[in-house]
């Protein structure tokens, strides 16, 4: 008999050329995340986020049939503290409070991450799966990929971010579509909505990712980084507050190394070399 896998074997970390790689290994259960699983990819974002050498983050996923299938409920969750007699099993505020320090802080971990990061979808992502995915930077899909925003199949409300993800890439009369009626999503139609990047055979779909990956690590990681700042907040700011972001944000950019190197090649007329500080 074998012990079953640590979050270490089934969530998986590599450091290559600048690109950690993030990997759930966890085929056989339609690679949905434990607790432990969830807190740990969390870990590593916030890890590869701080980590100079990191300039390019893929998340992936094992097999070819599920990218991540939400929540695994019956995986092990962190214990709580005691509850005194006669208390229930399920007090008032555990389910927020479940969510505020699981899910939403995943999420969180991917959107503020200072580095870009592309999803690879190779199959499903549904629930929090399909949640993942709109928290990417880029994302590519496998032509036989698909997205569903399952939760209302289950009786409950879309959670992980979903709610406040969606409607900003797709307008909230699609959103409200795709949620209400929980349809599956086909690739193709994710690329229409504006969902994915790009969408590519299921044996091209590493070879895109790669290439797309070594692009982003060879780029001014800071100017990203301040770039994707930028984007994500402008959804949420008038233009005046936008235009005091934009312009503290070139002042700080100044700083950088690779703005040096940037005008230094301009100037001599040759190709960059990025250093991602």
């Known amino acids: 008999m074998t012990d079953d896998p640590t979050p270490e074997e089934l969530i998986t970390y590599d450091n290559d050329g600048g690109v950690a790689t993030v990997t759930i290994n966890a085929a056989r259960s339609g690679n949905s995340l434990t607790g432990p699983m969830r807190d740990r990819i969390t870990e590593l974002m916030e890890w590869a986020s701080a980590d100079l050498s990191v300039r390019c983050v893929v998340l992936a996923a094992e097999g070819d049939r599920h990218f991540c299938t939400g929540a695994n409920l019956g995986g092990p969750q962190p ?4 509850r005194p007699d006669g208390a229930p099993q399920r007090a ?10 699981g899910w939403q802080r995943l999420i969180a971990s991917i959107l503020d991450c200072e580095k870009p990061v592309v999803a690879a979808v190779n199959g499903t992502a549904a629930g929090g799966g399909a949640q993942l995915v709109l928290a990417c930077d880029l994302v590519v ?4 990929a ?5 939760f209302v199949r289950r009786g409950i409300i879309p959670d992980a971010g979903g709610a406040y993800l969606l409607p900003r890439i797709v307008g909230t009369h699609v959103a409200k579509e795709l949620m209400f009626l929980a349809d599956d999503v086909s690739a193709p139609r994710c690329a229409e909505l504006g ?8 044996d091209a779909l590493a070879a ?26 402008s959804l949420e700011s008038g233009r005046h507050a936008a235009f005091e972001d934009e312009a503290a944000a070139q002042d700080w950019l100044t700083a950088s190394s690779d703005f040096d190197e940037g005008i230094s090649a301009f100037r001599e007329r040759r190709d960059p070399e990025f250093r991602g500080w």
């Open 141 to 144: 899909m496998a032509e036989s």
């Open 146 to 150: 698909k997205l569903v925003e399952v």
């Open 208 to 233: 895109e990712v790669d290439a797309l990956a070594a692009r982003l690590a060879t780029a001014p990681t800071r100017a990203l980084a301040l770039t994707k700042g930028l984007i994500n907040r």
């Open 92 to 101: 008032m505020g555990d389910a927020a409070r479940l969510i505020r320090r």
């Open 195 to 202: 969902i994915a990047n790009r969408v590519v055979p299921a």
């Open 79 to 82: 214990p709580g503290p005691p």
